[in-house]
């Protein structure tokens, strides 16, 4: 299994301010993505962070909102852009194993003010 | 219709109880099936993971796979107070393809 450490657990934040989110896996992994869970829901995925290429957006998300990063194969990064209170959620950043056992991180709780 | 459907509970049972959560899907790709646990204010927790049809157990866990009527299980006997969280139940088609996930049940065990 992976073991992934994901900062900042927590975060309250300004409305029009930006905040990215740090994802580290303690091996290496072929796919990565980044979730959003709203209060009382579940996953919602937001992208897939290709390694070495621009990320793969589900319907709905946009890159000039949640710009990611995976500069390589261990590690990625969410950046919440020009924030307003709709966005406060639980993000959260998996990775797969490529048998698709997905592994998650303990999540980065978001309050926008 | 939803991909994946899963009742949202909340299910409250005695400790010592057997829990079963489920899980129906509509599309017959899938092939894959997760279950995951997530306590409050952590992130999910992968419990079991199967492919295809059939059974697996792991403890007090059982994952049940039924392909033919796209119907998942997870059984859980001798329920213990530290059981009670949210069981989302997840799955793909492929091993490069997206996970669906359901809505998740809460489950309360109580003393």
């Known amino acids: 299994s992976a073991v992934i450490s994901q900062k900042p657990s927590r975060d309250i934040c300004q409305r029009g301010t930006s905040l990215t989110i740090q994802c580290q896996v303690d091996?290496?992994?072929?796919?990565m993505f980044w979730y959003r869970q709203q209060p009382g829901q579940s996953l919602t995925l937001i992208a897939t962070?290709?390694?070495?290429?621009?990320?793969?957006?589900e319907s709905g998300f946009v890159i000039d909102k949640f710009p990611i990063s995976r500069p390589n194969l261990t590690f990625s990064t969410l950046t919440v852009s020009n924030m307003s209170p709709e966005d406060s959620s639980i993000y959260l950043c998996s990775a797969g194993q490529g048998d698709t056992e997905a592994f998650f991180g303990q999540g980065t709780r978001l309050t926008v003010v | 219709q939803k991909e994946v459907e899963q009742d949202p509970g909340p299910l409250s049972v005695p400790e010592g109880a057997i829990v079963s959560l489920n899980c129906t899907y509509s599309?017959?790709?899938?092939?894959?099936f997760m279950w995951y646990r997530q306590y409050s204010r952590k992130g999910p927790e992968l419990l079991m993971y199967t492919y295809s049809s059939g059974n697996k157990e792991d403890g007090r866990f059982t994952a049940q796979v039924d392909k033919s009527s796209k119907y998942i299980s997870l059984f859980i006997r001798d329920s213990q107070p530290s059981d009670s969280a949210t069981y989302l139940c997840a799955m793909s088609a492929g091993n490069t393809d997206k996970l669906i996930f359901g809505t998740g049940t809460r489950l309360q065990v109580f003393p």
């Open positions: 599309n017959s790709a899938f092939q894959y």
């Open positions: 091996s290496q992994v072929t796919m």
């Open positions: 962070a290709n390694q070495g290429s621009e990320a793969t957006y």
